[in-house]
Nanobody
């Protein structure tokens, strides 16, 4: 059974940095494309970042480019989201997601991910 557990969320001030961690179990982690999504209250779940199986490929939502960095450690079955220069509009519940892929695919659509964590809250005060 695949399990994804996010951690690292919290309350920070605008301009601060935060690193989210997603630890996976129950899967062959290096065979999975990983993604980060976020959902603010009353809004739909939106793509934040994606990383290929090896970590050689990444993609970001335009709103976080240059501020967020996604990375992974396949030996630890962990994916990270380093967030810098945080803004109040980054406030949301952040979810990690996993999708088995044969090749070095990047995925941005939430509907294409089959496994999800429960999320971690990030709140950025102004």
């Amino acid at each position: 059974q695949v399990q994804l557990v996010e951690s690292g969320g919290g309350l920070v001030q605008a301009g601060d940095s935060l690193t989210l961690t997603c630890t996976a179990s129950g899967l062959s982690f290096s065979n999975y494309t990983m993604g980060w999504f976020r959902q603010a209250p009353g809004k739909e779940r939106n793509f934040v970042a994606s990383i290929t199986r090896t970590g050689r490929g990444t993609e970001y939502n335009d709103s976080v480019k240059g501020r967020f960095t996604v990375s992974r450690d396949n030996a630890k079955s962990t994916v990270y989201l380093q967030m810098t220069s945080l803004k109040p509009e980054d406030t949301a519940v952040y979810y990690c997601a996993a999708r088995f892929t044969i090749h070095e695919y990047l995925i941005t659509e939430p509907g294409r991910f089959g496994d999800w964590g429960r999320g971690t809250q990030v709140t950025v005060s102004s």
